[in-house]
């Protein structure tokens, strides 16, 4: 069952979205809590009621996460952190300080059938970050997607279309077995989390090395190309990064322009700035 910290979490987001998406209209007029609420058609306390009670820091603290001096700075940090975390080399099976992750890529010759009879369990359920469509094999999580707006039938589509010889079940029960821990917001560390990827082996080791950028942080798409070796491929790795599977756990919305700015995310901009902020707040990030 979801809880109903979380329900109201996902309910406050859509409201949470509505600003962001204002604030990136009009960031060249650094608009007022008081014109940001008004917009919403919410008094400025309510708002900031609100904001507080979805990610725990006021609207006013959330915005410095997004400033391009924040996070042009928290880029500079990242690499002398993260250096030492992938020297210790991409084959570790977790990132570091929040969720372990595991994952197994399809063989060949699965990924050239296109995974015929493999069964997936399905279902929708709701995030911190809104709704969202997660798909489960026996293998382990195939599938993480937000929805855009309430179009759940361009998910459903989508995920069809990237598993045309699989067998589809939409069963809650299953995916609620693997769902429950996900976006927890509790002090315990959540998991393991076992994925099936189905992508390159380009692509596959992009990802994998997604999972070593701890919560909180973020990295350019060029410090992601030379940890995998490839420092003149980050044009492949930003590629790689936009068609990543599963949202969240791999947690491709860490990866900013090297200018500190926080856009492209195939759930939209707006999204992968709740992410960050609300993962910074999380983790604790003073600006």
């Not at 209209?25 to 979805?54: Q, V």
């Not at 293998?139 to 993480?144: A, D, K, V």
């Not at 693997?178 to 596959?204: C, M, R, S, W």
């Amino acid at each position: 069952m979801y809880s109903s910290n979380s329900m109201q979490q996902s309910v406050d987001y859509k409201r949470i979205e509505k600003a962001i998406q204002y604030l990136e209209s009009n960031f060249t007029s650094h608009p007022t809590l008081e014109e940001i609420a008004e917009h919403i058609n919410l008094s400025k306390y309510h708002f900031n009621r609100l904001f507080k009670r979805w990610a725990g820091i006021s609207p006013i603290q959330f915005q410095q996460f997004m400033t391009l001096d924040y996070t042009k700075q928290k880029l500079t940090n990242a690499s002398s952190l993260l250096d030492a975390a992938f020297a210790a080399g991409l084959s570790a099976p977790s990132r570091l300080h929040d969720l372990f992750v595991t994952f197994d890529a399809m063989t060949p010759g699965e990924f050239k059938n296109h995974g015929e009879g493999v069964k997936i369990y399905y279902g929708f359920k709701w995030s911190p970050f809104g709704k969202y469509l997660i798909a489960t094999t026996k293998r382990g999580i195939c599938h993480l997607g937000f929805i855009a707006g309430d179009d759940c039938s361009n998910a459903l589509n989508m995920l069809f279309e990237t598993w045309p010889g699989a067998d589809f079940n939409e069963n809650l029960h299953a995916v609620n077995l693997v769902a429950e821990d996900i976006f927890t917001n509790n002090n315990k560390n959540p998991g393991p989390f076992h994925l099936y990827l189905k992508g390159t082996n380009f692509q596959i080791n992009v990802w994998k090395a997604l999972l070593r950028i701890p919560e909180g942080w973020v990295v350019s798409y060029k410090d992601v190309a030379s940890y995998i070796g490839q420092p003149r491929a980050y044009r492949a790795v930003a590629k790689a990064i936009a068609v990543n599977p599963i949202a969240y756990l791999i947690p491709c919305h860490r990866v900013i322009s090297s200018s500190g700015k926080i856009h492209q995310y195939r759930w939209g901009s707006a999204r992968k700035k709740a992410l960050v902020g609300w993962e910074a707040a999380r983790a604790g990030c003073k600006v």
